[in-house]
C-alpha cells in the first residue's frame, strides 16, 4: 500500500498581501517554529509576489525576513487554488470582499479535502457557502469556517460565556451585547471591510432570497416570552453608553450557532474522540444555555450615535444602486465620516484602539417562577470581553489560534462541513488562548432587577 503523501504546508495565508493579511502574517510569524506550537511550516499567497517579499519583510521586522515560501495564486484562476490546497493543510483567507472573491476558494478546499477558515463578516456569503459545499466539505474531509476575526468570535464566545453564569435553576432569556470602540487617536477600517459593508447592504435582497429557499433551521427553546423590541436609540446607564442596533454579522452567526447546537444538543462529535474529550464536549455544551440576542454600537455620547446613524444612513441611501455604490467607495472618509480610509489606519491609530463588548443578559432566577406565571425577568448578569484593536489586532489573534486548534486538536473537531466558529471552537480552549493573548473575559455584575 502507498503511503498517503503529507502536505508540505501546515497553513498557507492566501490574501497575506492585503491591509488585514499583513497584520496576519505578523501574527502568525510568532508562533513559526516555536517549540510548544504545532506551526512548524508556513506560505504566502496572493496575487503579486513582490507585494507578498515586502508583506513579510513588514511583518518581520526589525528581524530579517525568515525563508518563507511566497506562491502566485488569483481566486480568478481555479487551478492555482488547487495548486495550494494540494500542498496544505489549512488555508487562512484573507482576500475580501469575500462575495466577490471568496467562492472559488471555498470550492477548491471543499473539492480537495484541505480544511478553511476566513474572516469573512459577510453573512449572505457564509450562508451561500454553507447552502453550496456543506455536503462535499462533510464527504472530502474539509472544515469551513467563515467569521473566525473580530467578525463574529468575541460575539459567540461572550455570549457562551454569559449563558454559562446562569447557573440552574436560573435560565437567561436575553443578552444584548453592546460593542464599545476606544481610542486615543482616530477610529480607522481600512477600504476592504467598507467595501465588504457596503456591497452587504445592497445585496441583502439576494440574502433574503437564499433563506426563502433553504430548508427551516431548528430554533432554540428559550425560556420566557420574546423580549420586547425596544427604542431605536437607548441609553444603557449600567455601563455608561448610548447605544444603537449594529446590522452587523454577529448576531446572525450567533443565530446559526444556536440552530445547529438545537440540531445537535451534544455539540458535534470530533473525527476521533477520545472517551475524555467525548464527556468533555457533552458536559460543555449542556452549560450553555440559548438565549435571545442582539449587538449594539455603543457611544459615551449622544453625537456619536447620530454619526453611527447618518453613516447608516448613507450606505442604506446610495448602495442600492450602481451610481451611488461608486460614490461611496470612491470618497469612503466622507461617507463614513472618517472611519474608513482607503489607505487603512496608521500603526500608532491601531496601536492605540481597543475594543470592550458588554454583555447585559436579562433572565429569571428561577426557571419555575415562568411556569408561575411570573413573565418578567428578574435577574441579570453583565459580562465583558475587552480586546485591543478589532480589525487589525484582534482579528489576527483570533484567526491564528483557530489555526492552532485546528493544527493541534483535529481529531477532536468535525471531520469535515461548513460551519460556524461558535460551534466548532466553543468547546475548544479557544477562550483560554484568546486570554492568553491579550483579549479578556470576566463577569462585571449579577444582581436582581427591581420587581
Ligand atoms: N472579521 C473581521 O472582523 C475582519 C477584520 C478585518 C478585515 N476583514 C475582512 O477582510 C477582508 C479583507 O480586508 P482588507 O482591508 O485586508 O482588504 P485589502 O487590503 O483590499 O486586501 C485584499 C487582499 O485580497 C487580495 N486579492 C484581491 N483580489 C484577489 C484575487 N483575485 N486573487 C487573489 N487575491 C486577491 C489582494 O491582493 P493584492 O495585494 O494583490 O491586491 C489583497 O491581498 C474584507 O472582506 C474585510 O471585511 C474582516
Known amino acids: 500500500m502507498q503511503a498517503v503523501a ?20 505578523r501574527e502568525a510569524l510568532k508562533f513559526l517554529n516555536n517549540p510548544c506550537s504545532p506551526l512548524k511550516s508556513l506560505a504566502l499567497a496572493g496575487r503579486d ?29 481555479p487551478p492555482s487554488l488547487h495548486r495550494l490546497c494540494s500542498q496544505t493543510k ?32 459577510e453573512p449572505d456569503f457564509m450562508e451561500r457557502m454553507e447552502a453550496k459545499y456543506h455536503e462535499q466539505a462533510v464527504e472530502t474531509g474539509s472544515l469551513v469556517i467563515s467569521a473566525c476575526g473580530f467578525d463574529s468570535v468575541p460575539a459567540e464566545l461572550g455570549l457562551m460565556f454569559n449563558s454559562r453564569q446562569w447557573l440552574a435553576p436560573a435560565v437567561p432569556n436575553k443578552v444584548e451585547a453592546y460593542l464599545s470602540l476606544e481610542s486615543d487617536k482616530r477610529i480607522v477600517g481600512n477600504l476592504g471591510t467598507y467595501e465588504s459593508a457596503v456591497l452587504g447592504v445592497a445585496n441583502v435582497q439576494k440574502l433574503l432570497e437564499l433563506r426563502r429557499s433553504r430548508p427551516k433551521r431548528a430554533r432554540p427553546v428559550i425560556p420566557g416570552p420574546p423580549p420586547p423590541k425596544g427604542s431605536v436609540i437607548e441609553s444603557q446607564k449600567k455601563i455608561g453608553l448610548w447605544a444603537v442596533k449594529l446590522p452587523s454579522a454577529d448576531s446572525i452567526v450567533v443565530r446559526r450557532t444556536l440552530s445547529i447546537l438545537t440540531e445537535n444538543p451534544h455539540g458535534l462529535p470530533g473525527m476521533i474522540e477520545s472517551p475524555e474529550q467525548i464527556e468533555k464536549r457533552e458536559v460543555f455544551w449542556s ?23 447618518m453613516v447608516g444612513m448613507f450606505i ?31 500603526e500608532e491609530e491601531v496601536k492605540s484602539a481597543s475594543f470592550k463588548m458588554w454583555f447585559v443578559g436579562h433572565g429569571f432566577s428561577d426557571n419555575s417562577l415562568l411556569s408561575r406565571g411570573n413573565l ?5 448578569i453583565i459580562t465583558r470581553v475587552m480586546g485591543p484593536e478589532i480589525g487589525y489586532v484582534t482579528t489576527p489573534i483570533i484567526l491564528v489560534q483557530c489555526a492552532l486548534i485546528l493544527l493541534s486538536q483535529r481529531e477532536n473537531l468535525p471531520k469535515g462541513g461548513v460551519f460556524t466558529p461558535g460551534i466548532v471552537f466553543g468547546s475548544t480552549d479557544l477562550q483560554q488562548r484568546l486570554q492568553e493573548n491579550g483579549i479578556s473575559f470576566d463577569v462585571v455584575s449579577k444582581s436582581v432587577l427591581p420587581a
Request: contains cysteine; proline residues 10%; aromatic residues 12%.
Open 90 to 121: 489549512l488555508i487562512l483567507n484573507c482576500v475580501g470582499p469575500f462575495r466577490l472573491f471568496g467562492d472559488p476558494v471555498v470550492a477548491a478546499c471543499t473539492q480537495s479535502g484541505c480544511d478553511y477558515l476566513d474572516i469573512c463578516g
Open 49 to 77: 509576489p513582490s507585494k507578498l517579499t515586502r508583506t513579510l519583510q513588514w511583518a518581520a521586522h526589525p528581524s530579517p525576513p525568515p525563508p518563507i515560501p511566497i506562491l502566485t495564486a488569483d481566486t480568478t484562476d
Open 6 to 25: 503529507q502536505p508540505t504546508y501546515d497553513i498557507i495565508i492566501l490574501g497575506a498581501s492585503g491591509f488585514t493579511g499583513k497584520y496576519v502574517v
Open 376 to 380: 418578567k425577568p428578574d435577574m441579570e
Open 316 to 346: 442604506g441611501l446610495f448602495s442600492g444602486n450602481a451610481f451611488g455604490r461608486w460614490l461611496l467607495l470612491k470618497f469612503p472618509s466622507v461617507f463614513s465620516l472618517g472611519w474608513f480610509k482607503k489607505k487603512g489606519p496608521s
Open 287 to 309: 452549560t450553555v444555555k440559548p438565549a435571545h440576542f442582539g449587538v449594539k454600537l455603543g457611544s459615551k455620547s449622544l453625537l456619536g450615535i447620530f454619526r453611527f446613524i
